[in-house]
Every structure is written in structure tokens, then in C-alpha cells.
């Protein structure tokens, strides 16, 4: 899965992830049946060429969605600014855990919180 480069568009989500601190651009991409679910380290380049890393989720998010629909929604570190109607180019770097459904938002934000930090580390920031 590491080194697994694909595209995709930027569609509106719940805006969920941004209430909880970690924003998401949700992608719109024929390449997510073969990405496995769970959360990835990865890099997604913009349109104007400015390459961001992030963490990226894949699958149903079984603690705010009950497992209705699959989705690839991603997470740029230190970004600001509106990704809506962009394509991006996203290479996954490591895979780091499995999906998992949490009892609460809270717990599902620290978990987030640990999975930043660790990505954050891999990636020297």
C-alpha cells in the first residue's frame, strides 16, 4: 500500500472533522475499493503544486456514520484555506492503524490527536 499514488476531487463531507479540530477534505476517487481501510501518513499535492503531509482515513467511520457509506477523507497539517472543486494528488507513505469504532467523539479526537502526533513525528515536524 506504501508508495500508492492516486487522484482525486475535493467534495463537501459533514464538516465533522473540523468541529473536532482536525478539518478534512473529503475525496471523490475511483481508487478507494483498493485502498484498504484504516488511517495512512501520506502527502497530497494541490493544484497549484504545493505539497502538504497529512493523515488520511478510509472507510466507513464507524463511530459517526454507522458504516453507511465508504470515504476517503484526508487531513493536511498545517494547511488553512479552501480545498473545495481542487484535484489532488495523494501518495500514501505508511499505513498506521486499522479502522476502529470509538464510544465517543472525545475518544475518537484523542485518537486522532495520537495519530497526529505519531505521523507528525514521521514526517520530522
Do not use: W
Not at 50 to 58: D, F, H, L, Q, R
Not at 73 to 87: A, I, P, R, S
Amino acid at each position: 500500500m506504501e508508495g500508492l499514488v492516486f487522484e482525486g476531487s475535493v467534495i463537501e463531507g459533514d464538516r465533522l472533522g473540523r468541529t473536532i479540530g482536525f478539518p478534512t477534505a473529503n475525496i471523490e476517487t475511483d481508487s478507494q475499493t483498493a485502498i484498504p481501510a484504516g488511517v495512512f501518513a501520506c502527502r497530497a499535492a494541490l493544484d497549484n503544486g504545493m505539497v502538504y503531509p497529512g493523515m488520511m482515513n478510509v472507510g466507513y467511520r464507524p463511530t459517526v456514520n454507522l458504516g453507511k457509506e465508504r470515504r476517503v477523507e484526508v487531513h493536511l497539517f498545517d494547511f488553512n484555506g479552501n480545498l473545495y472543486g481542487q484535484k489532488l494528488r495523494i501518495e500514501i507513505v505508511k499505513f498506521i492503524r486499522g479502522e476502529h469504532r470509538f464510544n465517543s467523539l472525545d475518544a475518537l479526537k484523542e485518537q486522532l490527536l495520537q495519530d497526529s502526533l505519531s505521523i507528525r513525528k514521521l514526517f520530522g515536524l
